[in-house]
T-cell receptor, first 111, second 113 residues
Framework: GIQVEQSPPDLILQEGANSTLRCNFS?????LQWFHQNPWGQLINLFY?????KQNGRLSATTVATERYSLLYISSSQTTDSGVYFC?????????????WGLGTSLAVNP | NAGVTQTPKFQVLKTGQSMTLQCAQD?????MSWYRQDPGMGLRLIHY???????DQGEVPNGYNVSRSTTEDFPLRLLSAAPSQTSVYFC????????????FGPGTRLTVT
């Protein structure tokens, strides 16, 4: 089956720093989502991005479907950005769709 | 909109007990699903539903039942709880099968002793 790999697994930043998180996938996909799981466990969808670039405030994401990767950029990081960032790719499974998840990048932003 | 809601937030069960985790959404989403999240394993799909009256199994369905009698509600039943079912359970919904952007509830942390 398709493999989803995220890097780095762990990241520590000082507040104000920028970072790039990467998601590689081993086969073609219908779509891709980025999620943030905050320290309280809530999963928040950040981007739904099959290709191209999207921006939302200090966050932006780029997916290059032909090269099978997606990048999540965090600029001017804040302590509230701490948590785990997941990439999930969408595949057709028979007549239904399926999300395959990476194991996440754990981000800690220190004040 | 409240979005996706789940109850309870926390639950402790003894081995062999049964219970139902509740999930509701008020976004008129057709597609709903249940995941479990375990450390080091990411999220795994338990069951899903493409609309009222239609459910199907995901990756890890054993020990769980679901039903979907209304568009809004998608309860998950544990028939006879086992320690291996200790996990955090998330319910998610998306607008439709073709618009699959997922929205998650706050989760239920379940411990089975």
């Amino acid at each position: 089956g398709i493999q989803v790999e995220q890097s780095p697994p762990d990241l520590i930043l000082q507040e104000g720093a920028n970072s790039t998180l990467r998601c590689n996938f081993s086969d073609s996909v219908n779509n891709l989502q980025w999620f943030h799981q905050n320290p309280w466990g809530q999963l928040i969808n950040l981007f739904y991005i099959p290709s191209g670039t999207k921006q939302n405030g200090r966050l932006s994401a780029t997916t290059v479907a032909t090269e099978r990767y997606s990048l999540l950029y965090i600029s001017s990081s804040q302590t509230t950005d701490s948590g785990v960032y997941f990439c999930a790719v969408e595949r057709l499974a028979g007549n239904n769709r399926k999300l395959i998840w990476g194991l996440g990048t754990s981000l800690a932003v220190n004040p | 909109n409240a979005g996706v809601t789940q109850t309870p937030k926390f639950q402790v069960l003894k081995t062999g007990q049964s219970m139902t985790l509740q999930c509701a959404q008020d976004m008129n989403h057709e597609y709903m699903s249940w995941y479990r999240q375990d450390p080091g394993m990411g999220l795994r799909l338990i069951h899903y539903s493409v609309g009222a009256g239609i459910t199907d199994q995901g990756e890890v369905p054993n020990g769980y039942n679901v039903s979907r009698s209304t568009t809004e509600d998608f309860p998950l039943r544990l028939l006879s709880a086992a320690p291996s079912q200790t996990s955090v359970y998330f319910c998610a919904s998306s607008y439709s099968y073709t618009n699959y952007e997922q929205y998650f509830g706050p989760g239920t942390r379940l411990t089975v002793t």
